[in-house]
């Protein structure tokens, strides 16, 4: 079975399949590999020519189930751009994923079901604005009495010399004196929960 006998199965007459395979195997980066097995292909590779066979025919409607899986990052971006590009042009892209970091990059919507049962879905902007934002500072040379006065924060050595800390609950202006007051000051912001900590938010333990 191949791509282009896909797209004649949807209509398209041989000439017409073998322009759409051809276009679509080079926009995916696997136009050298066209007329391997699939079998001996990597995963990646497989994943690759899969969307190949779901897009060759222009479909107005794409449905997909762990379209980054066997992804190198690279991979990831490239098949993240396309999925992006045809929701622009017009496509309705709905696909399941575990791998939540290119979800929250890409889609406009989400849903995350627990067994079975649909726990948090919404607008990933709108999800993220309702969740609890928090003041992360990266500071570089922080003294050994750094967290006089500060209330708990999450604790991350990036080196020996460079720390980075998370506060749920603190005031900006107070972390900032003090901080600064303690080291050099290379990071300091306000952020909202990644959809990886909502999931873990709504699944629960």
Same mark, same amino acid.
């Given at each position: 079975?191949s791509?282009?006998?896909?797209?004649?199965?949807?209509?398209l007459?041989t000439?017409?399949?073998?322009?759409?395979?051809d276009?679509?195997?080079?926009?995916?980066?696997?136009?050298v590999?066209?007329?391997?097995?699939?079998?001996?292909l990597?995963?990646?590779?497989?994943?690759r020519?899969q969307? @190949?066979?779901a897009?060759?025919?222009?479909?107005? /409607?794409? =449905?997909l189930? #762990?379209?980054?899986?066997?992804?190198?990052p690279l +991979?990831?971006?490239?098949m993240?751009?396309?999925?992006?590009e045809l929701?622009?042009?017009?496509v309705?892209?709905?696909?399941?994923s575990?791998?939540?970091d290119p979800?929250?990059d890409i889609c406009?919507?989400?849903?995350?079901?627990d067994r079975?049962?649909?726990?948090?879905e919404?607008?990933?902007? @709108?999800?993220?604005?309702?969740?609890?934002p928090? /003041?992360v =500072?990266?500071v #570089?040379g922080?003294?050994?009495?750094?967290d006089a +006065?500060?209330?708990?924060?999450?604790?991350?050595?990036?080196d020996?010399?460079?720390?980075?800390l998370t506060?749920?609950d603190?005031?900006p202006?107070?972390?900032?004196?003090?901080t600064?007051a303690?080291?050099?000051?290379?990071?300091?912001?306000?952020?909202?929960?990644?959809?990886s900590?909502?999931?873990?938010?709504?699944v629960g333990?």
């Amino acid at each position: 079975m191949s791509v282009s006998w896909l797209a004649r199965l949807h209509g398209l007459t041989t000439g017409q399949a073998a322009a759409a395979c051809d276009r679509w195997l080079r926009r995916l980066g696997i136009a050298v590999k066209g007329y391997e097995r699939i079998e001996a292909l990597s995963h990646g590779n497989q994943q690759r020519v899969q969307l @190949a066979a779901a897009l060759v025919h222009d479909p107005q /409607l794409l =449905v997909l189930d #762990e379209p980054f899986s066997g992804l190198d990052p690279l +991979g990831i971006k490239d098949m993240a751009e396309i999925l992006r590009e045809l929701a622009q042009a017009g496509v309705t892209v709905v696909f399941s994923s575990h791998q939540l970091d290119p979800v929250e990059d890409i889609c406009d919507e989400v849903a995350i079901i627990d067994r079975g049962r649909i726990v948090l879905e919404g607008a990933v902007r @709108a999800l993220k604005k309702r969740g609890s934002p928090r /003041l992360v =500072v990266e500071v #570089e040379g922080i003294g050994a009495d750094w967290d006089a +006065g500060l209330p708990a924060a999450a604790v991350e050595w990036i080196d020996p010399s460079r720390v980075r800390l998370t506060f749920d609950d603190a005031d900006p202006r107070i972390v900032l004196d003090r901080t600064g007051a303690s080291g050099e000051i290379r990071r300091f912001a306000i952020e909202e929960p990644s959809l990886s900590e909502l999931f873990l938010k709504a699944v629960g333990p």
